[in-house]
């Protein structure tokens, strides 16, 4: 039977991400955490989970402002895209950030949080 | 087990084509048939690898190219990795000959891009990146290797003029292979006052998107000596995954797949890095080539940027590194960069590299890979006299 933790597993991470959360996996055998989207645990390989949801605040481990940017991002005057670190858990996850004009903006270990996911966009970013 | 060798080799011109994707192809085709001397029917398998052919309304294309060789009968195989489907397709083609099921195969790599114009081909490039967290966001590929740039020099401390001297060296190695895209000799304030692409990536740190096709001819150890024709050995082959999204990763400045695909490689090989005389690597950005020869074990971690601006990776360097001019000036056909490395190699060995030879080399390494690394593959080679 399948898992119904597996089912819509996009569409509920899109909706943690409304309420600025970042929804997660914390396996049971070993506690490892991952981004809701994997189904495995990536160390212990197991499938049982607990679906929680964490703050969407973090700290900015890397970052680029693109001058050149892909179909459907046009419209943004400039932007960053992001990979950050959750506060107090050890998990990455990556977004977009608007109103990013130079490298000065956004200094590493600047903090940031989750706003909302847009259709658009996808995770749309703020910094704090 | 087979010893699987190459038997010939052929190549377009990358650059902008002006042929159909299929007409690019079979040109390469036919280059590595003759350069082999072998007939169509001595092919038992068609391998092809190809991104986008979509683009060209061309998709299915391993049987579009058997039945156009005049062998429809030969079952083909197209293959997809994105940037590295080359090097994976060449793995498959490897296994199958090694494994006995044939002796004799064509590999052949395409790609026809240019013509949908920068913004199409970077949304396009996008999608070869883990869509649902990157590209979707508003990732470009250059955006991706901007980030990971950052990451490694603020780990490394390393800076813009550090990526810029491999670009320089790759374009003056471009420069002496008539076949390359971009023949044209930059200097490091070139690189430096270039437009920003994706900061910190200028848009001489970026390989340009091109077309070409490459195609080699593999065969066991038997067919090969049968044939009469000089040949090489393939010596070892990797391959190796990483996560898909770079956010994924617990280190942003190393390529996990290629770490394990190295590893391999060396150990069917029975070498280290140390016995590796040149090297083919992916620097579809500068960023990339730094991280490659570190991750291969060329240089130790952190190290790489130093030694590049020394002239280690230089033709007449310790480890000469991509003499062909590499991605970044010999072109990227995505489809058939992996294949391109291998043709290089093929060349090198068999005295048809001209000026950009590598002095008295017997073991070369190619290494390859698709989107930010998540899909890797190293071989291994050695010259046969």
């Known amino acids: 039977m ?127 | 087990m087979e010893n699987v060798c190459i038997l010939g080799a052929g190549s377009t011109n990358y650059g902008k084509l002006n042929e159909s994707i299929i007409e690019i192809a079979l040109s390469a085709s036919v280059d590595a048939i003759e350069s082999a001397g072998i007939s169509p029917s001595d092919i038992k398998a068609g391998y092809i690898s190809n991104v986008f052919g979509v683009a060209d309304k061309q998709v299915h294309i391993a049987p579009v190219i058997m039945s156009n060789l005049g062998i429809s009968h030969v079952p083909g195989l197209t293959i997809e990795s994105a940037c590295g489907s080359g090097s994976v397709m060449f793995r498959e083609a490897f296994a199958n000959i090694r494994a006995g099921f044939y002796d004799c195969v064509l590999a052949l790599g395409v790609e026809k891009i240019t013509h949908t114009g920068t913004t199409q081909s970077t949304t396009l490039f996008s999608y070869c990146s883990d869509f649902f967290y990157e590209g979707g966001n508003g990732a470009s590929f250059p955006g991706l290797f901007a980030s990971i740039a950052r990451a490694y020099m603020t780990k490394y401390k390393a800076d813009e003029e550090d990526l810029a001297h491999v670009a320089v060296k790759n374009h003056e190695n471009g420069l002496l292979n008539p076949k390359a895209h971009v023949r044209k000799k930059i200097t490091v304030e070139d690189v430096l006052n270039s437009p920003v692409v994706a900061s910190p990536l200028k848009l001489y740190d970026c390989c340009p998107f091109s077309d070409g096709a490459s195609a080699v001819i593999l065969c066991n150890e038997n067919f090969a000596k049968k044939s009469g024709k000089p040949y090489i050995q393939v010596i070892g082959s990797g391959r190796g995954g990483s996560p898909a999204a770079v956010q994924g990763r617990t280190d942003i400045s190393t390529i996990p797949g290629t770490v394990i695909a190295a590893d391999q490689a060396y150990k069917m090989a029975g070498i280290s890095a140390h016995d590796v005389d040149f090297a083919e690597v992916h620097d579809c950005f500068t960023i990339a080539e730094i991280i490659d020869v570190e991750d291969l074990g060329f240089f130790q971690k952190g190290k790489a940027a130093r030694e590049i601006r020394e002239g280690a990776t230089s033709r007449k360097g310790k480890i000469p590194i991509n003499p062909s001019g590499g991605l970044k000036s010999k072109g990227h056909p995505i489809g058939a960069t992996g294949i391109g490395q291998i043709v290089e190699v093929f060349e090198q060995f068999s005295g048809q590299a001209g000026e950009r030879t590598i002095k008295n080399a017997e073991i070369a390494l190619t290494h390859n890979f698709g989107a930010t690394g998540a899909s890797a593959a190293v071989h291994i080679f050695k010259k046969v006299d």
């Open chain 1, 2 to 128: 399948n898992n119904p933790n597996n089912i819509g597993v996009r569409e509920k991470f899109i909706a943690s991400a409304q309420n600025s959360k970042i929804l997660a996996r914390k396996c049971n055998d070993c506690n490892t955490l991952m981004l809701a989207t994997i189904l495995y645990c990536e160390k212990c390989h197991g499938k049982k989970f607990n679906l929680m949801e964490y703050p969407g605040r973090g700290s900015v481990n890397t970052f680029t402002i693109h001058t050149v940017p892909p179909e459907g991002f046009e419209d943004v005057d400039s932007y960053a895209w992001v990979i950050f670190t959750l506060d107090d858990i050890l998990l990455r996850a990556s977004g977009f950030l608007p109103d990013i004009k130079k490298p000065s903006d956004l200094p590493i270990g600047s903090r940031i949080e989750v706003e909302r996911f847009d259709e658009k966009h996808g995770l749309v970013l703020k910094k704090l």
